[in-house]
C-alpha cells in the first residue's frame, strides 16, 4: 500500500495485511490495515505505529514523504501491539528521545510492552499540540479499545484520528468510504460487535461527550480499515444505534451436533420460529465462525443455544461460543437452551448457568431429547420455537 494523501500535507502511511486471517479469535477473512498517519506541518508528527513485522513497509512509506529522521513527535493513541509493535524499529530510526504522546494509561501500558525509558508525554484530557499551522488535540476514550485509548483532533482540518473505534478489519485497494461504499458497514458491523458491543456504555457516553462539545468532524479516519471522507457522520449514526443494541425480530439458533440429533431438533425450533413469522438464523458451530455468530447476535432479540451431552458437560465448539460471548456481553435478549442427550443430559442446564452469567432472561427451562427426536418430540421442538417466536413479538 503507497502513501495516500488525505489531506494536504496529512497522509495515511499504514500498511495492509492482506494474509491475516484471525485476529486475536476474530475471523478476518479479508485481511485488515494497520494505519499510521504522517502529519507535516512545521513539526512533524506520526500518529500509531503498525504491527511488529511490518514496519519496513511503513518506514518505506514515510520515506516517499519526509526522512523518517525528522519526525518530531511520536504519538500512539493506543498501546495493543496490532499499533504499537513497530515502535520500537520505529523509535530507533526516528531518534530515541523524540516525544512520545500518549494518554496517562498509555504510558503505563506502554512502559510495560516496552521497557525502553522513551522521552513520554503522557497528556491530559483536552491537552493540546501545535504542529504550526495546526493545532492537534488529545481526547481520553478509555475502554475503547484499552485503558490507554485516546483520539488525536485535528482542529483545523476537522479530522478525528479514532484508532480502533469506526474501524473495519479490511485489507483492500479501496481507502474511502465514498470509493467502497455501503459494502463497507458489514464489516464495519462484525468489527463493532466483536470489539467494541461489551463497552456499548462507554460507547454511548463518548457520542454524547462529543455531541455535547460540538465538535466538527469532517473526516474520520481509523486505525483499521477505511477512512470516512464523505459521510463521517454514516458510521457515528451506526455506532449510535449499534451501542443501544436493540434487536428486531429476529432469533439466532446457534448448535453443533454429534449424530444429528441436536440438528433435527434446531430444525424443527427453526420452523417454529419462522412459523410465527420472525426471523430466524440457524448457524451451526460446524459452518459458522463465532465473530461472524456474533454479529447476527448483535441485532438478535433472541439467543437459541443447542448442544449434546459430551462427557456430562457441553460440546466443546458450543462451550466456545458461550465463552466468547458472554465476554462480549449481549444486552436486550432473551434466552432458550436446547439439546439432545444419551444418558445423563447435562448441557441444557450448563447452558443455561451461561445465560444466567451474562444476565439474559431465560424464557423456558430448556428442552432436552434422548437420543433421537421422534415426531412427538419434533413437534414438541416446533411448539418451543413458537413460543420463543411469540415471546419475540411481545418485546
Ligand atoms: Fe487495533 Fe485494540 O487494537
Redesign the pocket.
Known amino acids: 500500500m503507497k502513501p495516500v494523501q488525505i489531506a494536504e500535507g496529512i497522509y495515511d502511511v499504514g500498511v495492509n495485511d492482506w494474509n491475516i486471517q484471525d485476529f486475536h479469535g476474530y475471523s478476518t477473512p479479508l485481511g485488515s490495515s ?1 494505519n499510521a498517519f504522517l502529519i507535516v506541518d512545521e513539526k512533524i508528527a506520526l500518529i500509531d505505529t503498525v504491527k511488529k513485522g511490518f514496519e519496513d513497509k511503513l518506514l518505506a512509506n514515510i520515506a516517499q514523504i519526509v526522512d523518517p529522521k525528522k519526525i518530531d513527535y511520536m504519538i500512539s493513541n ?1 498501546a ?4 504499537s509493535g513497530g515502535l520500537v524499529e520505529i523509535m530507533r530510526e526516528i531518534g530515541e528521545d523524540t516525544p512520545l504522546y500518549c494518554s496517562k494509561m498509555g504510558k503505563k501500558n506502554l512502559s510495560m510492552h516496552f521497557p525502553r525509558g522513551w522521552n513520554y508525554h503522557a497528556v491530559k484530557n483536552g491537552e493540546e499540540l501545535t504542529l504550526g499551522r495546526r493545532t492537534l488535540a488529545f481526547l481520553e476514550t478509555r475502554m475503547l ?2 485503558p490507554d ?1 485516546m483520539f488525536t483532533y485535528v482542529k483545523e482540518d476537522k479530522i478525528l484520528f479514532s ?2 473505534a469506526f ?1 473495519q478489519h479490511y485489507a483492500g485497494n479501496e481507502k474511502f468510504d465514498d470509493v467502497i461504499g455501503d459494502a463497507i458497514m458489514p464489516h464495519a458491523k462484525k468489527y463493532f460487535t466483536n ?1 467494541l458491543m461489551h463497552f456499548s456504555p462507554q460507547v454511548a457516553k463518548l457520542l454524547k461527550t462529543v455531541a455535547d462539545m460540538g465538535l466538527e468532524i469532517r473526516m474520520i479516519c481509523p ?2 480499515g477505511i477512512i470516512w471522507r464523505s459521510d463521517p457522520g454514516k458510521i457515528i449514526e451506526a455506532y449510535a444505534s449499534w451501542s443501544r443494541q436493540e434487536g428486531i425480530n429476529k432469533a439466532i439458533l446457534v448448535y453443533d451436533s454429534m449424530w444429528h440429533s441436536t440438528e433435527k431438533m434446531a430444525d424443527a425450533i427453526s420452523s417454529g420460529l419462522d412459523d410465527v413469522g420472525v426471523e430466524v438464523r440457524p448457524m451451526s458451530l460446524r459452518k459458522w465462525h463465532r465473530s461472524d455468530v456474533m454479529t447476527e447476535v448483535m441485532d438478535a432479540k433472541a439467543i437459541v443455544a443447542g448442544s449434546p451431552t459430551l462427557n456430562n458437560g457441553i460440546f466443546p465448539t458450543v462451550a466456545d461460543m458461550l465463552t466468547y460471548m458472554k465476554g462480549l456481553r449481549p444486552k436486550n435478549k432473551i434466552a432458550a437452551a436446547f439439546g439432545s442427550y444419551g444418558w445423563s443430559g447435562e448441557a441444557v442446564k450448563q447452558i443455561n448457568q451461561y445465560f444466567e452469567a451474562m444476565k439474559l432472561e431465560i424464557v423456558d427451562e430448556g428442552l432436552r431429547v434422548q437420543y433421537v427426536p421422534d415426531a412427538d418430540a419434533l413437534e414438541t421442538c416446533f411448539q418451543f420455537g413458537r413460543k420463543i417466536g411469540e415471546r419475540i413479538i411481545s418485546m
Not at 495493543?80 to 499499533?83: A, G, K, L, R, V
Open positions: 494497520y493506543h495493543e501491539m496490532d499499533h479499545h484499552w485509548s484508532s480502533d474501524g470489539i486505525d483499521h
